[in-house]
């Protein structure tokens, strides 16, 4: 039975990735200092796959601790590194904050990785790394386009330095994948986004104002050059996005990688509009959305989603849940969370 080491696996995406990864039998560790998720997900992971995984509680900024637990864990198969701060607007305000965190830290995990023999590393990117693209769908070949902000840099020095890592000798194969915009909750409602304070993003803000932790849901602009003049994303429901990179770790291991570097976009190929997934909401759940539209939000792109082509042909992929299935699912764990 393969190990995998998951870094940041109490997050978001981590902990539905260890829900999928043991659910496939792997065996899985991992590392997170606990900056911004929970402790009891581990419970709720256990209750979720009946198998506890490995836990240890450090910050993968601390190069000695990396090491040291590199080795201690002597027989990691391969790593997934979601480990890293991810708020656009606090990034804005703290930069150095983020390349501190979130470029040290992977390159602690290279180094730990190398000392220990471990090979294969599958990395969280970001769609923010394409910016406004030219041209719609997104490929993996679209023109990486200088970044909004400094979480946006780190996601694309990220790739580079794996990127540069590999290009210098080390006997590494990596695999970057691009999400989209990840939303929605496991079907058992016990693990889902928890954003620390007010959320950012588009859909906890919805459960959570519906929940009645917030007030009114603010629609930044519905003057862009869309059909509805909102903007538009690719939402991908986040099981889907995790049983991906159960699929890039396998195709890692059993040596199916055809380059050293290999990157994917991760999306579902359909573009949604704010007010798409407020009406899919309302009609998913039964629930009504109180918003009214605002100025735009600095920083905001008009539309993106994905071509998923290469994920679907290389990977045999596909993202297989609706929105209307990641907004119920989302609404779910809210109210399981909240106990309503
Ligand atoms: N959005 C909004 N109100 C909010 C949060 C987000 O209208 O309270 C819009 C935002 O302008 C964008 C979309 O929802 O068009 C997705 O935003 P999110 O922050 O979730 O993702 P990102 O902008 O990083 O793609």
Redesign the pocket.
Known sequence: MSKILVSGGTGYIGSHTVVELQNAGFEVAIIDSLANSQIDVIDHIEQITGKRPEFYQFDLKERHDTRAVLKELDNIDAVIHFAAYKS?GESVANPFKYYRNNLQSLMNMIDGMNRNHVRHMVLSSS??VYGQPDVLPVTEQSPVKPADSPYGSTKQISEQIIQDAIRSGLDMNAIALRY??P?GAHESAKIGELPVGE????????TQSVAGVRGQ?????ND?NTPDG????DYIHVVDLAKAHVVAIKRLLEGKNKANYEVFNLGTGTGN??LE?IKTFESATGQNVN?AV?D??AG??EK?WADTTLANTELGWKAEKSLADALRSAWNWEKNYRNI
């Open positions: 656009v769609c923010t989209f915009n939303i959320p950012n993003n588009l859909v906890p803000y919805i849901l603010k629609v930044f602009g862009y909102t903007p538009i994303r509009s704010v997934v918003y605002t735009r939000r905001d792109i993106v």
